[in-house]
Each structure stands twice: as structure tokens, then as C-alpha cells.
């Protein structure tokens, strides 16, 4: 497991990296990036505004860029893993995330929060994720710093 293999004492939050590239039988790649919030072990998003950032990301990630497979939640609460198929542009992953925490900025619901569609339809918060996505978007300058100098 590659990110077991990460020094979560050397990260400098916020960054986006790509932790590595798996290349299937007929050559389609898919690369994995940690999307990194919160400094590991310092900090965290609470549960329901990283539930809503997660549903509001899902829901509008695609309108910015083709070929997401997923984007989904770090246990540990300090990031996402963002999985992309055959698209190797690490400038696109930014403008990508850029532009999809801009809509979770302007959201004024959190899509698919009903016990039909969500597994905890009671524990979502607007205001905490927008807090989330407010805080990312002001370091946007130090996305693509990973390690700490
Ligand atoms: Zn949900």
C-alpha cells in the first residue's frame, strides 16, 4: 500500500500529489492523486462538511474533467484520493479541483443528502464544507508543494 510508505510527518498541507499510475492489460492507465486538506495528525475536517464536500465534489468534478473515476475520503479525515483515467496532466487535476471547489463555494444545497441516495442523510453540513473549500482555495499558491522545505 503506497501511502503507508508516505512520511505523513513530512507533508506540508494543503498539496495535490500523484501518489502513482496502475496500467491495465490494454494499456488504459489510471492515476491516483492525494488531494491533502489538512496537515496529517494536526488537523482534520469535521464529519459532516467533509461528507458534504465529498457529495458536492462528486456531483460537479466531472463537469471540469473527463475521465473521474472517483473521488472519495481519507479515513484519517485530511484528504481525498482522486483516481483519473488516462489523462497524465497534473495541471489539469488543479484547474479541476480549482473550479470544482469554486462550485462548492456557490452551492446552495448539497446534492443527493436523502436516505434514498446517501448511507447518512443526517450528517452533511453546507456551511462546513464551504469552510473546507474556503480554506483549500486561500493556499491554492502552495498546492504543489508537497514535502515541507
Ligand atoms: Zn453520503
Given at each position: 500500500m503506497?501511502s ?19 496500467t ?9 492523486y ?19 464536500i ?13 475521465n ?9 479525515q ?13 495541471d ?14 456557490e ?11 446517501c ?5 452533511h ?19 504543489q508543494?508537497v514535502?515541507?522545505?
Amino acid at each position: 500500500m503506497e501511502s503507508f510508505n508516505l512520511d505523513h510527518t513530512k507533508v506540508a498541507a494543503p498539496y495535490v500529489r500523484l501518489v502513482g499510475v496502475t496500467t491495465g492489460s490494454s494499456g488504459d492507465k489510471v492515476y491516483k492523486y492525494d488531494i491533502r486538506f489538512k496537515q496529517p495528525n494536526k488537523e482534520h475536517m469535521d464529519m459532516p462538511g467533509l461528507h458534504s464536500i465529498e457529495h458536492l465534489m462528486a456531483e460537479n468534478i466531472r463537469n471540469h474533467m473527463d475521465n473521474v473515476l472517483d473521488i472519495g475520503p481519507m479515513g484519517c479525515q485530511t484528504g481525498f484520493y482522486l483516481s483519473i483515467l488516462n489523462n497524465d496532466s497534473y495541471d489539469d487535476v488543479l484547474e479541476a479541483l480549482e473550479k470544482t471547489l469554486q462550485d462548492v463555494m456557490e452551492a446552495d444545497e448539497v446534492p443527493a443528502c436523502n436516505e434514498v441516495q446517501c448511507g447518512w442523510a443526517a450528517n452533511h453540513s453546507l456551511e462546513g464544507a464551504q469552510s473546507i473549500a474556503k480554506d483549500m482555495l486561500d493556499k491554492k499558491d502552495e498546492w504543489q508543494q508537497v514535502f515541507a522545505e
